[in-house]
């Protein structure tokens, strides 16, 4: 079975196939890009599950994922540990430097990352990984840097949207949906 796969540059294929780190940035992207704050100065965010499961799925087939934010979150740590994400990094302005050092603490090379953000903080980023990707919802002059703009809006399965054609690219689909079909998982 093959998913449809959003319309894409020639080559793209061919380098998501690669990937072995998908790095993104947090509001905008795993979430709306809304902060909501309590009278008590508490923040809230709103995470979806489609994605959260994609990253799992992401796990299970041997692909690493770290979250790069500007922001400190509380609420970032507790999605984080929940999904077994071991790369977070909270409070960094410059994302590149982070995700070239996180290249070389797991051996890999910026060729071999995707990266999705959706600011001005994440340009160099997207510009600089292997695959480069964007959401509907971030400024056209961001969106111009990305190889790949996601269908889904952040917050709304843009991040499920990766995770499977990651998959997919990669070969692993078949295997994750034959797993659910024969109730393995």
Do not use: N
């Not at 056209?140 to 917050?155: C, F, K, L, M, N």
């Amino acid at each position: 079975m093959t998913l449809d796969a959003p319309p894409m540059a020639p080559g793209l294929v061919d380098r998501l196939r690669r990937v072995r780190l998908l790095a993104m940035d947090v509001d905008g992207v795993l979430t709306d890009g809304r902060l909501y704050f309590q009278s008590d100065g508490s923040e809230t965010k709103a995470f979806h599950t489609l994605d959260g499961h994609g990253i799992k799925l992401l796990h299970r087939a041997g692909i690493e994922v770290a979250l790069i934010t500007g922001r400190d979150s509380p609420m970032v740590s507790r999605r984080a540990a929940a999904l077994g994400i071991q790369h977070l990094y909270q409070g960094i302005e410059k994302k590149l430097p982070t995700l070239r050092q996180l290249c070389t603490r797991l051996g890999i090379g910026l060729e071999q990352v995707a990266y999705c953000g959706d600011d001005m903080p994440d340009v160099a980023a997207i510009r600089q990984a292997g695959v480069g990707i964007s959401v509907p919802g971030a400024p056209s002059y961001i969106r111009q840097h990305a190889d790949w703009v996601t269908e889904r809006e952040g917050g709304h399965g843009a991040v499920r949207e990766i995770c499977d054609t990651l998959l997919q690219a990669q070969g692993h689909w078949d295997a994750v949906l034959d797993t659910y079909l024969h109730g393995k998982a």
